[in-house]
């Protein structure tokens, strides 16, 4: 099997191009800058299981996440940055991660009061 074969296997295992969303959240940090190592796990495990739950993850997934050790955003974490449109959220906690998953994730709507950033089209 060649490094292109095994690489197109693990897409297709993962579902990659299946994917329509993906989160980014920083968690488990190596130095806790933005918000206690505790709470950005307490938000990762419950990203994980809220996604699971809502069948947003699986054979016909839709979004995909990522634990990041750090966004290099070290203020009111934890931070969270979705894809596509780069769109950057501070205060991460399962409630606001809620929202997140509900009006972003789901539906495509920025979650204004959260926002730190996005990316501008040119």
Known sequence: MTMLDELQNAAETLG?????????LCADQTEAKCCAKEAGLESWEFLKRRLKELN???????????????????????????????VWYHSCSPDV?????????????IVEQYLIARARVV
């Open 16 to 24: 990659l191009s299946r994917y329509v969303r993906h989160i980014f």
């Open 56 to 86: 947003l993850v699986g054979p016909r997934p839709l979004v995909y996440r990522t634990k990041a050790n750090c966004l290099r955003v070290c203020v009111r974490g934890p931070i969270a940055v979705v894809y596509p449109g780069a």
């Open 97 to 109: 991660l809620e929202e997140i998953i509900q009006r972003h994730l789901i539906k495509g709507e």
